[in-house]
């Protein structure tokens, strides 16, 4: 299963774009790249997905490599409320008796906005 | 108000106890999925199911079971051979589990102390 790597933390400043990086250089052609946040003692929450194409929602926009082995997802206009832990996650491949459709969380970024 | 609802937010137990946490969810969703969280630490799968009346183990499953009996609720028993049962735990649902793009959908956890 394709893993991803992403640095521990960033801060970023109120107001600015916010560009979380994440590489995945193993990643098989029909394997999805999605991202989540958790807020400090909720539930994840879930950001945006792609498998080729950039991608934009109400939320944020997912930048991916031509070859598919990075990302970053960027918060256009980040805001206190936006510190989170940010993951990257890629989703695993089908297998024969495997578990289908689930997510490997790894540790993810912690990102810090700051006033 | 569509969402996953989990019940208690905190909850206390003595060591040696089963404990039953509950995951109702009213979006329609043929999965659901248990996670397990400790501190600083990513999620981990415990089980999922992917229709009612079926489950499967994911990667952490020794020492829980779980039952899938209606498709709106997923409990989770934390039984007593489980060896370090103190953590956040995190139910989700999504639409399916198949080999389109389903994100996952997160309850706000139960965080389970056992002394």
């Known amino acids: 299963d394709a893993k991803t790597t992403q640095p521990p933390s960033m801060d970023c400043a109120e107001g600015r774009a916010a560009n979380l990086p994440c590489n995945h250089s193993?990643?098989?052609?029909?394997?999805?790249v999605y991202w989540y946040r958790q807020i400090h003692s909720q539930g994840p929450q879930y950001i945006i997905h792609?498998?080729?194409n950039n991608e934009t929602n109400e939320m944020a926009s997912l930048i991916i490599t031509e070859d598919r082995k990075s990302s970053t997802l960027i918060l256009p206009h980040a805001t206190l409320r936006d510190t989170a832990v940010y993951y990257c996650?890629?989703?695993?491949?089908?297998?024969?008796?495997?578990?289908?459709?689930?997510?490997?969380f790894g540790k993810g970024t912690k990102l810090s906005v700051k006033p | 108000d569509g969402g996953i609802t989990q019940s208690p937010k905190y909850l206390f137990r003595k060591e040696g106890q089963n404990v039953t946490l509950s995951c109702e969810q009213n979006?329609?969703?043929?999965?659901m999925y248990w996670y397990r969280q400790d501190p600083g630490q990513g999620l981990r799968l415990i089980y999922y199911?992917?229709?009612?009346?079926?489950?499967q183990k994911g990667d952490i499953a020794e020492g829980y079971s779980v039952s899938r009996e209606k498709k709106e609720s997923f409990p989770l028993t934390v039984t007593s051979a489980q060896k370090n049962p103190t953590a956040f735990y995190l139910c989700?649902?999504?639409?399916?589990?198949?080999?389109?793009?389903?994100?996952?959908?997160f309850g706000p956890g139960t965080r389970l102390t056992v002394t």
């Open positions: 989700a649902s999504s639409i399916g589990t198949g080999s389109g793009s389903y994100e996952q959908y």
């Open positions: 193993t990643i098989s052609g029909n394997e999805y």
């Open positions: 792609g498998l080729k």
């Open positions: 996650i890629v989703r695993v491949a089908v297998r024969r008796g495997g578990s289908q459709g689930n997510l490997i």
């Open positions: 979006l329609n969703h043929d999965a």
């Open positions: 199911s992917q229709i009612v009346n079926d489950f």
